[in-house]
């Protein structure tokens, strides 16, 4: 992004602030939640998920309340896990609008536009290839294997900070284990992450209690929020590079379907663009294209 926009919207940011208006975008998944360890627990069709659906609330409600403690007056959660219809809206705090469903154009990052003054990616969770990291996946661990932003190992929250990059906005929350805090670092820098629990393997943790977690959380967005006016846009170069790592050689070729989708070898493709919003909206497409093959 060109220095002087990135100028341009840190003083609009500012501008929106002494009106009195902050908005807050936050991107709720659920593998990242302090106790969920297992796919049984995070699975709407299963007898738990209830339960950790009650955490997984909780812990969306303490970001948006830590960060109205730091000034933000406006919310929208856009729901992102599994059918995307996980929270209860009247139960949702900050009288935050509630974003649900499938099929958004997208995807985890539907809503977001440079009306809003942050990002918080809430219950996020590590790569596929990142380890140890809980629940790892990339989008769909049945197709993807690996996917590399610029070179660097991006899960799901470097992905969509492709998103936030093109509409000029920063990503300044991170929830989850300690991987996935890493692994967003390099799109991010100086990012504030609350590490809710420790990756031991893909299905074991060291979670805090769901008390402490929710503390962290809130203190965590609500310094998120007071250090807005020295946040700046995600560090991505652009044109950037999304390569993609299929778990098999015919899932590479159908990615290559798409138009501007090139393969690299017999199981990776390469996607590249200097509009972040349209390369994220085409990894999104292969995504789809891949999910009923590897199903």
Request: charged share 20%; proline share 6%; net charge negative.
């Amino acid at each position: 992004m060109d220095p002087a926009a990135t100028r341009s919207i840190a003083q609009c940011r500012v501008e929106w602030t002494q009106e009195g208006v902050l908005k807050i975008f936050v991107s709720s998944d659920m593998e990242g939640t302090a106790g969920v360890v297992d796919w049984s627990q995070c699975t709407p069709s299963e007898p738990e998920f209830a339960y950790y659906r009650g955490l997984l609330q909780e812990e969306v409600n303490a970001a948006i309340e830590g960060a109205a403690a730091g000034g933000a007056t406006e919310f929208l959660v856009n729901d992102s896990h599994s059918k995307m219809a996980n929270l209860r809206p009247d139960a949702l705090a900050g009288r935050a609008r509630y974003l649900s469903g499938r099929h958004k154009p997208l995807y985890m990052m539907q809503g977001l536009d440079a009306s809003f003054d942050g990002v918080f990616f809430v219950s996020y969770h590590g790569s596929m290839s990142g380890t140890p990291a809980t629940l790892s996946h990339t989008y769909n661990p049945q197709a993807i294997s690996e996917v590399r932003l610029g070179g660097v190992v991006a899960g799901e929250s470097g992905i969509n900070a492709l998103v936030a990059l093109g509409h000029g906005v920063p990503v300044v929350l991170i929830t989850g284990d300690d991987t996935t805090a890493a692994e967003i670092e390099p799109f991010c820098p100086g990012i504030r992450s609350a590490v809710v629990k420790s990756s031991v393997s893909r299905f074991a943790a060291d979670s805090l209690h769901p008390m402490e977690a929710r503390e962290l959380i809130h203190e965590a967005a609500r310094d998120a929020v007071r250090a807005l006016p020295q946040a700046a846009p995600p560090h991505i170069t652009l044109p950037a590079t999304l390569t993609v790592r299929f778990r098999n050689p015919d899932l590479a070729e159908m990615a290559t379907w798409i138009a501007g989708v090139v393969r690299m070898d017999a199981v990776t493709v390469g996607l590249t663009d200097e509009d972040p919003i349209r390369l994220y909206r085409k990894f999104v497409t292969v995504v789809m294209l891949t999910r009923g093959i590897a199903e």
